[in-house]
């Protein structure tokens, strides 16, 4: 079991920093002993004096994000005296990055986290994903950038909420045995619609957990395999009958899993600048379109008649307008 406290100063409210830490943490077994804390808006020179300070003091691991060339050269040189172990997460990559692009960076605190358009179009999505769960406004279909079909327990709503925190709006249907879909669907992209399937096994595992958490009966039909067998069945209907739909199987799959599968499908087929050349993922063949056939080119002015040959027992060797050997 490891243990300590790794403290993360940043000039902003330090959200990068700890994210990074965070996920190199889970690596290391028995991580959940370590502490992480975070230290915001570290600006000045008394505020990064009192940061190593405390690293010092703590005999912790100091991990900073801090954007200004003279704030990160004091963090290091005054972690070196106090011996300090720092890790400066930002330098190496603003170094690579002005080489690459040719400019020199803007070294301004915090310009991720403004309130700017980007900002409010996650807002955006998250309320219209928690407006249309579960089907409740089928009008608005039409508006949503991914739809989401599935039987209960596919995951439809977690889903939902994780891609729409990335700025998309989401919509969910469910897919309940014996009840048409609203046919608002019918109208939509069906690129944009996106149908889960998953094992039975898996799911009815998956409901009668939910069951224990509320309190039903052990023998309610929601868990019933054979219940789970026909809504699957008629789910696998409602899919062929809608064969451009793209089709996934969460079984044994995280949220973020699926989800960076839905989303790199749908930048494939509708943000084509921002995916590159729109050929790095695996589209389901059914829904992308064919490619269009180049333009015919011009056809070559045929060449004038040769002349008769000489009698040498020799050949031309190229037919008059043909342009072959």
């Given at each position: 079991m490891i243990g300590g406290t790794i403290l993360v100063a940043s000039d902003a409210t330090g959200e990068t920093g700890e994210k990074v830490v965070r996920a190199a943490l889970v690596q290391f077994f028995g991580h959940?002993?370590?502490?992480?804390?975070?230290?915001?808006?570290?600006?000045?020179?008394?505020?990064?004096?009192?940061?190593?300070?405390?690293?010092?003091?703590?005999?912790?691991?100091?991990?900073?994000?801090?954007?200004?060339?003279?704030?990160?050269?004091?963090?290091?040189?005054?972690?070196?005296?106090?011996?300090?172990?720092?890790?400066?997460?930002?330098?190496?990559?603003?170094?690579?990055?002005?080489?690459?692009?040719?400019?020199?960076?803007?070294?301004?605190?915090?310009?991720?986290?403004?309130?700017?358009?980007?900002?409010?179009?996650?807002?955006?999505?998250?309320?219209?994903?928690?407006?249309?769960?579960?089907?409740?406004?089928?009008?608005n279909l039409k508006r949503a950038d991914?739809?989401?079909?599935?039987?209960?327990?596919?995951?439809?709503?977690?889903?939902?909420?994780?891609?729409?925190?990335?700025?998309?709006?989401?919509?969910?249907?469910?897919?309940?045995?014996?009840?048409?879909?609203?046919?608002?669907?019918?109208?939509?992209?069906?690129?944009?619609?996106?149908?889960?399937l998953v094992d039975p096994s898996v799911l009815g595992e998956i409901r009668r957990t939910r069951m224990k958490h509320l309190g039903m009966e052990p023998g309610s039909e929601y868990g019933d395999v054979?219940?789970?067998?026909?809504?699957?069945?008629?789910?696998?209907?409602?899919?062929?009958?809608?064969?451009?739909?793209?089709?996934l199987d969460i079984s044994g799959k995280a949220i973020e899993e699926t989800a960076s599968g839905i989303l790199e499908r749908y930048r494939e087929r509708f943000e084509p600048a921002a995916h590159g050349n729109g050929n790095g993922g695996a589209a389901t063949p059914a829904i992308v379109a064919p490619p269009k056939a180049p333009p015919p080119k011009a056809a070559a002015p045929a060449p004038k008649p040769a002349p008769a040959p000489a009698p040498s027992g020799r050949s031309a060797g190229r037919r008059p307008g043909t342009g072959k050997g």
């Open positions: 959940e002993g370590v502490r992480v804390q975070v230290l915001t808006h570290v600006l000045d020179e008394p505020a990064v004096r009192a940061v190593v300070e405390q690293a010092k003091q703590r005999k912790a691991l100091l991990v900073y994000t801090i954007v200004a060339p003279p704030l990160r050269a004091l963090v290091r040189r005054l972690a070196e005296e106090a011996e300090v172990r720092a890790v400066d997460l930002l330098s190496g990559l603003l170094l690579q990055m002005a080489m690459h692009f040719g400019e020199d960076p803007l070294y301004t605190p915090g310009l991720g986290h403004e309130l700017d358009a980007e900002y409010f179009r996650r807002v955006e999505a998250v309320e219209f994903a928690v407006n249309n769960d579960d089907g409740r406004e089928p009008k991914v739809i989401l079909v599935g039987i209960s327990r596919t995951s439809k709503t977690p889903l939902s909420q994780y891609i729409a925190h990335r700025g998309y709006r989401v919509a969910n249907v469910p897919l309940v045995l014996g009840i048409p879909l609203p046919k608002e669907i019918e109208q939509v992209d069906p690129r944009r619609v996106f149908g889960l054979r219940r789970i067998r026909q809504e699957l069945e008629y789910c696998r209907q409602i899919f062929l009958s809608h064969p451009a739909w793209t089709l």
